[in-house]
């Protein structure tokens, strides 16, 4: 298994831009989510799908956007970029809500 | 969300037990109290989760006070590899994890 992967590991947008981070897991993990972290802080949950076809907004949802419409993957996509989406997105799926949750290795993201 | 509290920092030896407390007094019934690590530029890693009884695993234990307000997490024998940022989180039953500050332990050998 690769467990929870991310693409890409580091971008640099301009301000306004668009673009998409992927997250793919191969575990059949039904719950899935993503976090930011900013430098020196824990992380913040951004969206979160408790299975195909259902998402739902966690703490900081402005600015992004979701889907979820396989199991295996779940976007995350950044409408358009700001400098204070400058952090690093972390990814994570669990096969329960509530159980052991397996975060991807982030994607370090730069807006200027 | 309920919320935690933990120290910011603590110090520990390698080789001995570590101690790492974390309080949560506005804890709800169905609440779980999660564990999770991490490493520099790494993205943060189970330790344990538990929901009333003490709980152990291969890394760690668990110890959770009766009335559930305060918990912690039990190193039994420190490396230098668990320096890391230790989060103690409360998770509802849907899955939603609210990070806090976490505690930076570090590991003198």
């Known amino acids: 298994n690769a467990g929870v992967t991310q693409t890409p590991k580091f971008q640099v947008l301009k301000t306004g831009q668009s673009m998409t981070l992927q997250c793919a897991q191969d575990m059949n993990h039904e719950y899935m989510s993503w976090y930011r972290q900013d430098p020196g802080m824990g992380l913040r949950l951004i969206h979160y799908s408790v299975g195909a076809g259902i998402t739902d907004q966690g703490e900081v949802p402005n600015g992004y956007n979701v889907s979820r419409s396989t199991t295996e993957d779940f976007p995350l996509r950044l409408l358009s970029a700001a400098p204070s989406q400058t952090s690093v997105y972390f990814c994570?799926?669990?096969?329960?809500?509530?159980?052991?949750?397996?975060f991807g290795p982030g994607t370090r993201l730069t807006v200027t | 969300d309920a919320k935690t509290t933990q120290p910011n920092s603590m110090e520990s030896n390698e080789e001995e037990p570590v101690h790492l407390p974390c309080n949560h007094s506005?804890?709800?019934?169905?609440?779980?109290i999660h564990w999770y690590r991490q490493l520099p530029s790494q993205g943060p890693e189970y330790v344990i989760h538990g929901l009333t009884s003490n709980v152990n695993n291969r890394m760690a234990s668990l110890a959770i006070a009766e009335d559930r307000k305060s918990s912690t997490l039990i190193l039994h024998r420190a490396t230098l590899r668990d320096a890391a940022v230790y989060y103690c989180i409360l998770g509802d039953q849907g899955g939603k994890l609210i990070f806090g500050q976490g505690t930076e332990l570090s590991v003198k050998p």
């Open positions: 994570a799926s669990s096969y329960r809500t509530y159980g052991e949750q397996y």
């Open positions: 506005t804890i709800s019934g169905t609440d779980y």
